[in-house]
């Protein structure tokens, strides 16, 4: 167990649909990391918050949005689902919100588009 | 556009022999270049990792190699083990974003 958790660990829905996935970063870690990891792509970065502040953004598409809490978890909002959003969400946090920080990853959230 | 080069994309080893992953990058921000292994079901987990002031990296069985100039870093694993099958990410990070590599998925044959 990593200490970083991620809700839920599989998730089946339809296109149009619109889902929230959620992750609580490990006891201490002021950033979060979102990541998308598909077959073809690796993993791509989508958004950083440190301590409820957007960091840096990546290749998030407008359909998608992020936000970290007070309490230092974070949601990702998938909206307008399509097929090709069909991947292994992957949330990450750290302590730090710069440098040679080290991840610890979650287990990941599979979402299936159908 | 790939921030991160990997290479190969699978790559096949005996037990024993030394694995060796490749990296390529663009971005001269970068100043941090850390190594994620993945087994499967697993999220990455963080193997070993570089500066670009050191040209070399040694954590046991594994290595990392760094060429400033030519931009590209390596991964060696010596003495490859069954254990050791799984999938490896490269990385790059300026601080706020850390952008990965495609992975190599490596297996060791018994």
């Known amino acids: 167990d990593s200490g970083v958790t991620q809700t839920p660990k599989h998730l089946i829905t339809a296109t149009g649909q619109r889902v929230t996935l959620r992750c609580s970063p490990r006891?201490?870690?002021?950033?979060v990391y979102w990541y998308q990891q598909s077959l073809d792509q690796g993993l791509q970065f989508l958004i950083h918050?440190?301590?409820?502040?957007?960091?840096a953004k990546g290749n998030i598409l407008e359909r998608f949005s992020a936000q970290q809490f007070p309490d230092l978890h974070s949601e990702l909002n998938l909206s307008s689902l399509e097929l090709g959003d069909s991947a292994l969400y992957f949330c990450?946090?750290?302590?730090?919100?710069?440098?040679?920080?080290?991840?610890?990853f979650g287990a990941g959230s599979r979402l299936t588009v159908l | 556009q790939q921030q991160v080069k990997q290479s190969p994309q699978s790559l096949i080893v005996q037990k024993g022999g030394i694995s060796i992953i490749n990296c390529a990058y663009e971005?001269?921000?970068?100043?941090?270049f850390p190594w994620y292994q993945q087994f499967p079901g697993k999220g990455p987990a963080l193997l070993i990792a570089?500066?670009?002031?050191?040209s070399e990296k040694k954590e046991g069985r594994f290595t990392i190699s760094f060429n400033k100039s030519a931009k590209q870093f390596s991964l060696h694993i010596m003495d490859s083990q069954p254990g050791d099958s799984a999938t490896y990410f490269c990385?790059?990070?300026?601080?706020?974003?850390?952008?990965f590599g495609t992975g190599t998925s490596l297996t060791v044959i018994p």
């Open positions: 971005n001269t921000a970068f100043d941090y």
């Open positions: 990385a790059a990070s300026n601080g706020n974003q850390f952008y």
């Open positions: 990450a946090s750290s302590v730090q919100g710069s440098g040679a920080n080290v991840l610890t």
């Open positions: 570089i500066r670009p002031d050191v």
């Open positions: 918050y440190y301590n409820g502040e957007e960091r």
């Open positions: 006891s201490g870690d002021l950033s």
